[in-house]
């Protein structure tokens, strides 16, 4: 059940690993084909902020490949 997978994380260090990633960390994701979970919490830390306009043309690429 999903709210068993839920149970298995600790939120608030998800959350703190999150606040702590960097610019770099942001550039390394949007670099990669495929992501990891590690990946994601980059590309939605306050960090990212300054990336929403890449991610939004990676976006728009992967729509047009796949759709």
């Not at 999150?18 to 992501?35: F, N, S, W, Y």
């Not at 990946?39 to 043309?57: G, N, R, T, V």
Request: glycine content about 2%; overall charge negative.
């Amino acid at each position: 059940m999903f709210s068993e997978e839920l149970a298995k994380y600790d939120w608030e260090e998800t959350t703190r690993q999150i606040q702590h990633k960097r610019p770099a960390d942001v550039e390394t994701a949007l670099g990669k084909e495929h992501l990891t979970l590690d990946d994601f919490m980059a590309l939605i830390s306050p960090a990212a902020a300054a990336y929403l306009e890449p991610m939004a043309q990676l976006s728009r690429r992967y729509t047009q490949e796949r759709f």
